[in-house]
């Protein structure tokens, strides 16, 4: 157990650092049930980061409306943008001859969020302690993180799907484009539920107060 | 047991008188507020305020002894509290002494030896002397009187090459700094104010507002043809609205602009140099129906300090700013109750008092200092000054008054910063949301406690290195041990 425990630390960190081996065992070697713990706890942790980091970093680098925060929230802004991702993502490949299933696509993206935790989650407690001449250290740490979430993306979708770059490149646009039809086809179908629904509830009470 | 009945009875009481009190004073203040008091939030939310001004008087031309009021358009103020009432429709002007008796009256004035009069006079400065510079608009003229209303000299439509060969000279608004020079609102002038010299002749513009282009309407313009074109709305700037001019001889002014500065501070080159410091540009209502639409601003008052007011003829409310742009106090409104107006025209300061001038109305509105009002206005003034031990005192009763004023606690965060107590200093920054301060103060607090602790720290630091090398020998050291008897 203790060995298991010390595994699944180890792995996804040395994924971030060696991404194209990394990604190689994540697809071949690793069991999947593993690897799918894994990338919850990734998406549970970066959703935690996430609501600590809007509640406890520092007054310098975070001017934030308590009114406006709400945890539940920024749990949906980090598993709806993942889950768009996939769907687009899984739906696409298909099409053009992707290697990859769906879960394979899953547990990489949740893989390369991993530097969004790791740099991000110090600095929650470290931006307490910095000045506003220092806090140019944390924006490029911030930026540094998601660079290097992008490049995790990029190669983990190259080794999944075993496309060349290009190709690789070609998709993510792609994909983004379809993320981008799946938020209007979505807004859609609940504005026309929504209008559904009113329009029974109207007969309805139409019906109800009659005589 | 019926000791303790009767002991919880008591407790029972007290807690309930408790309540009662609470509940009736929580209605009192709320009751003695209304809503005409507000400020806006760092996040700009309209938070409740206490009421800083209250009227206390209505004028009229009657009650003054001074015959009815006949659309009045401009008020002006002396340092020493006398008033000059610019009464348009008949043709004069009143002036009255602090305690608001009549002093004088002017209908006319000679020259050359006969008596001329004013015709629809819209606008009215008087200086620190009290040399009276009346805008005579339906005469088309800037009339300069000295202070026992002899004629000094009268302006007449300049001519430069600078205006159009049909050029009505229209002035409206008119003031004059210390070294006479006079500074000319006129109607149809989209250059901005017209600047003469102290002999009355045209010397240039100044300070001219920015053109909004409305990109559609620039669309349309793109595409139709020159003759189309002619027919359509050209793009001018907007005209001015009001002036004022501080001790220091620089001018405010207020436009009515819907987008950008509508309130502007000109040097003399004629660039805006007002200080937009605050959590909102000064501009009047940040928050508003789309209906009725933003503030328009129809008068600026300058007073001590850099503090300047601004009346909203849209909503009839007086906005006051400190000179880094904090927005303090609000009060006014349209209506029919004492304090609130028809048509407000003019405000100017008497002192701390204000005076509203109602143009249909002909009436005068007097509003006086509340008890928050009062300390508001001295802590703002004694920042200014640089006295931050009083205007610690002061911020600080202030903001038991009014906790929502948030401006308030980046006063008192500098007089703790100064004082060197920095965590508190720290904590009064955050409320204000001043990031930049708050991060001064924690430079210096970092630096002190990590100065108090230096000893602790380093024996710690030092301990968990010789911890750390000894925990690694020892593992080496057994390493080998066990590699050896396996061995």
């Known amino acids: ?211 | 047991m019926f000791r303790r009945l009767q002991n919880m009875k008591a407790h029972l009481l007290v807690s309930l008188c408790c309540l009662i009190g609470v509940s009736a004073g929580g209605t009192l203040v709320h009751a003695e507020d209304g809503a005409s008091s507000y400020n806006y939030s760092f996040w700009g939310d309209t938070v409740a305020s206490p009421a800083a001004y209250q009227a206390t008087d209505l004028l009229s031309g009657p009650d003054l002894g001074i015959g009815p009021l006949k659309e009045p358009s401009d008020i002006h103020v002396t340092p020493d509290h006398q008033i000059y009432v610019l009464d348009s429709g008949n043709n004069r002007i009143v002036v009255l002494d602090e305690e608001l008796r009549p002093v004088a009256t002017i209908a006319s004035f000679e020259r050359d030896g006969k008596a001329d009069t004013f015709l629809n006079p819209q606008g009215l400065f008087v200086t620190e002397d009290k040399q009276v510079l009346v805008a005579d608009t339906g005469n088309k003229r800037v009339v300069h009187l000295d202070r026992n209303f002899k004629l000094v000299k009268i302006v007449e439509a300049p001519e430069s090459e600078l205006l159009k060969e049909n050029f009505v000279f229209q002035p409206v608004r008119v003031i004059m700094d210390k070294a006479q020079r006079i500074y000319v609102m006129a109607t149809g002038v989209f250059d901005g104010f017209m600047e003469f010299n102290a002999d009355g002749a045209f010397t240039s513009f100044i300070g001219a507002n920015r053109v909004f282009i409305d990109p559609v309407e620039y669309f349309w313009k793109r595409l139709s043809t020159k003759a189309q074109r002619s027919q359509m709305v050209m793009f001018t700037p907007t005209e001015f609205t009001n002036l004022d001019m501080d001790d220091e001889g620089f001018i405010y002014a207020t436009n009515g602009d819907s987008f950008g500065n509508n309130i502007k501070k000109l040097n003399a080159q004629g660039n805006d140099i007002l200080r937009r410091t605050g959590y909102f540009n000064p501009q009047g209502d940040i928050r508003f129906s789309i209906d009725l639409g933003p503030s328009r601003l129809i008068d600026i008052d300058v007073a001590d300090s850099e503090m300047y007011s601004v009346l909203d003829s849209k909503r009839g409310r007086i906005f006051t700013y400190s000179g880094d742009g904090h927005f303090m106090y609000v009060f006014g409104g349209l209506g029919n109750q004492l304090g609130e107006f028809k048509t407000p025209a003019a405000i100017e300061r008497v002192g701390d008092d204000f005076l509203v001038l109602d143009k249909a109305l002909g009436e005068i509105t007097v509003f006086r200092t509340t008890e928050y009002g009062r300390t508001l206005n001295e802590a703002v003034r004694s920042y200014y000054r640089g006295e931050e031990e009083k205007a610690f005192q002061l911020f600080n009763q202030t903001i038991n008054r009014n906790a929502n004023l948030e401006f308030a606690y980046a006063g008192i965060g500098k007089a703790l910063l100064r004082q060197g107590d920095y965590a508190e200093a720290m904590k009064h920054f955050k409320r204000s949301m001043d990031q930049k301060n708050y991060s001064k103060a924690f430079l210096l607090y970092r630096k002190q406690v990590l100065r108090e602790h230096f000893a602790t720290i380093m024996t710690l630091i030092v301990i968990l290195a010789a911890g750390a090398l000894a925990v690694r020998k020892y593992r080496k050291t057994m390493g080998r041990k066990r590699g050896v008897s396996i061995e």
Request: glycine share 4%; aromatic share 18%; net charge neutral.
């Open chain 1, 1 to 211: 157990m203790f060995l298991l425990n010390k595994e699944l630390v180890k792995y996804p960190l040395n994924l971030i650092v060696h991404p194209f081996n990394g990604y190689w065992d994540l697809k071949y070697d690793r069991s999947q049930k593993l690897n799918l713990i894994i990338s919850f706890a990734i998406l549970f942790l970066l959703a935690l980061t996430n609501i600590l980091g809007t509640q406890y970093s520092g007054f310098v680098v975070n001017l934030f409306n308590p009114d406006y925060m709400n945890s539940f929230m920024e749990i949906v802004y980090v598993v709806v943008p993942v889950l768009f991702w996939c769907v687009a993502n899984w739906s696409l490949t298909t099409l053009m001859d992707g290697e990859g299933k769906f879960a394979e696509i899953f547990t990489s993206t949740c893989f390369a969020l991993i530097p969004l935790v790791v740099i991000n989650f110090p600095w929650i407690w470290l931006s307490n302690v910095i000045s506003m001449q220092e806090s140019a250290f944390y924006y490029f740490s911030n930026s540094l993180a998601v660079a290097w979430s992008i490049f995790l993306l990029f190669v983990g979708n190259m080794t999944v799907h075993q496309f060349s770059p290009s190709k690789t490149i070609g998709t993510i646009i792609l994909t983004v484009v379809a993320m981008g039809f799946m938020a209007f086809i979505g807004l859609l179908f609940f504005s026309l539920v929504q209008q559904i629904i009113s329009f029974v509830y109207i007969i309805y009470q139409e019906l109800v107060m009659r005589n």
